[in-house]
């Protein structure tokens, strides 16, 4: 469980593709200690398991369903992804409950510089949009942000602070990109329940 509060912003240095995986290996300085071998980290919000640690930087499986169903089929090496390490019970929790299992991919429409924040609007699955409410929750590329707005074409619009824009991937998307979406958890359970309705 992740709770949408990146921890480092790490940097891609090195990808290797075969023909059911690829490992990703990420320099991570600032969270590496940290890390030990079989650790959850959540990369653009995907839940990855460290499988290998030397100097700075940790390596992840990553299949190739992941690839095909998130984001991460558009990294490349040099590319900043998101970080974050599995959440303590013990510590008091920010943002909102991340499990690092990606619903669906959103692309990137438009960004708006404001005086004090970026406006990022991104075209969301129509199948993701009945879990998506204004002031909802909702996790992009693994970052915990406010809805601030969903159009009946599915259009959500996230305005993003100078500490989000300074400390994530987000400030670098481009109109075209792809952003992993995690809708709220929540939202996921309370549908579960509706549609099984009382079976005692």
């Given amino acids: 469980m992740f709770t949408g509060l990146i921890a480092e912003l790490g940097k891609v240095s090195a990808i290797s593709k075969g023909e059911?995986?690829?490992?990703?290996?990420i320099n991570a300085p600032a969270l590496i200690s940290e890390i030990k071998l079989g650790d959850s980290v959540a990369v653009n919000g995907v839940?990855?398991?460290?499988?290998e640690i030397s100097g700075t930087t940790f390596t992840a499986d990553v299949?190739?369903?992941?690839?095909?169903?998130?984001?991460?089929?558009?990294?490349?090496?040099?590319?900043?992804?998101?970080?974050?390490?599995?959440?303590?019970?013990?510590?008091?929790?920010?943002?909102?409950m991340v499990a690092g299992h990606v619903d669906g991919v959103a692309t990137v429409v438009a960004l708006t510089p404001g005086d004090k924040w970026l406006q990022l609007d991104i075209q969301v699955?129509?199948?993701?949009s009945k879990y998506i409410v204004n002031q909802g929750s909702i996790a992009l590329d693994g970052v915990s942000l406010t809805v601030g707005e969903i159009t009946e074409?599915?259009?959500?619009?996230?305005w993003l602070i100078p500490e989000t824009l300074e400390r994530t991937?987000?400030?670098?998307?481009?109109?075209?990109?792809?952003?992993?979406?995690?809708?709220?958890?929540?939202?996921?359970?309370?549908?579960?329940?509706v549609s099984k309705g009382d079976k005692s």
Avoid at 47 to 51: E, F, Q, R, S, V
Avoid at 68 to 83: A, H
């Fill in 63 to 96: 299949m190739v369903q992941t690839l095909s169903i998130t984001s991460l089929s558009q990294i490349v090496e040099g590319s900043g992804v998101n970080l974050e390490l599995a959440a303590q019970l013990n510590a008091r929790m920010g943002g909102h």
């Fill in 47 to 51: 839940c990855l398991t460290a499988t």
């Fill in 20 to 25: 059911s995986s690829a490992i990703f290996t």
């Fill in 153 to 158: 074409s599915d259009l959500v619009t996230v």
């Fill in 125 to 128: 699955p129509k199948q993701l």
């Fill in 169 to 193: 991937n987000l400030a670098s998307k481009q109109p075209g990109d792809l952003v992993n979406v995690e809708v709220d958890l929540i939202a996921k359970y309370v549908e579960r329940l």
